[in-house]
T-cell receptor, first 112, second 116 residues
Framework: DAGITQSPRHKVTETGTPVTLRCHQT?????MYWYRQDPGHGLRLIHY?????DTDKGEVSDGYSVSRSKTEDFLLTLESATSSQTSVYFC???WGGGTEAFFGQGTRLTVV | ELKVEQNPLFLSMQEGKNYTIYCNYS?????LYWYRQDPGKSLESLFV?????AVKQEGRLMASLDTKARLSTLHITAAVHDLSATYFC????????????????FGTGTLLAVQP
């Protein structure tokens, strides 16, 4: 398995609180991605990174921010959690364009 | 904006039958990927297709890519229950107008249920 770890794996939080999810890799892959998975929507790209301090928005970036201060870590922050952000979040890594992506085990986030 | 559409969204089929899942995308790309997801699990890479006419096969699954039609297919031959899962295609945007690269966009997935 690719060395990719998401933490936490499960989290329940209250509306209005900030939440940070962490994706850690040991593969030295350049690209890292955050997706959310919801029934009927497949996987939707939130943000991705193409290098340290280099990030770009995805399809559903409103309400989310990211940071990548070193190659191995990509953080996803929900600035003020809302119930609509209840979802399963997946991190993915890959070496470059034209290569397969490897996924973490997912984080189930519930906002109450 | 890149759109990736799969159909059908749900497929119930009997063991031993053949069927095809379709993946259409809206902009130029010659990089397409297929993934499998079992219930409650993460995604697993199945195929990487990197050129027009590319065909890959693994067991009862065969994937192909037609970049001119912006279409990929995942063909299932003689389905077995173990193939029951959700299948996703994903398309790689090689570059964006902002200069960032390799944005990976997924389709909505096809839930495949193979009945005995």
């Amino acid at each position: 398995d690719a060395g990719i770890t998401q933490s936490p794996r499960h989290k329940v939080t209250e509306t209005g609180t900030p939440v940070t999810l962490r994706c850690h890799q040991t593969e030295n892959h350049r690209y890292m991605y955050w997706y959310r998975q919801d029934p009927g929507h497949g996987l939707r790209l939130i943000h991705y990174s193409y290098g340290v301090k280099d990030t770009d928005k995805g399809e559903v970036s409103d309400g989310y921010s990211v940071s990548r201060s070193k190659t191995e870590d990509f953080l996803l922050t929900l600035e003020s959690a809302t119930s609509s952000q209840t979802s399963v979040y997946f991190c993915a890594i890959r070496w470059g364009g034209g290569t397969e992506a490897f996924f973490g085990q997912g984080t189930r986030l519930t906002v109450v | 904006e890149l759109k990736v559409e799969q159909n059908p969204l749900f497929l119930s089929m009997q063991e031993g039958k053949n069927y095809t899942i379709y993946c259409n995308y809206s902009t130029t790309s010659d990089r397409l990927y297929w993934y499998r997801q079992d219930p409650g699990k993460s995604l697993e890479s199945l195929f990487v297709l990197l050129s027009n006419g590319a065909v890959k096969q693994e067991g009862r699954l065969m994937a192909s890519l037609d970049t001119k039609a912006r279409l990929s297919t995942l063909h299932i031959t003689a389905a077995v229950h173990d193939l029951s899962a959700t299948y996703f295609c994903a398309v790689d945007l090689p570059f964006t107008y902002g200069g960032a690269t390799n944005k990976l966009i997924f389709g909505t997935g096809t839930l495949l249920a193979v009945q005995p």
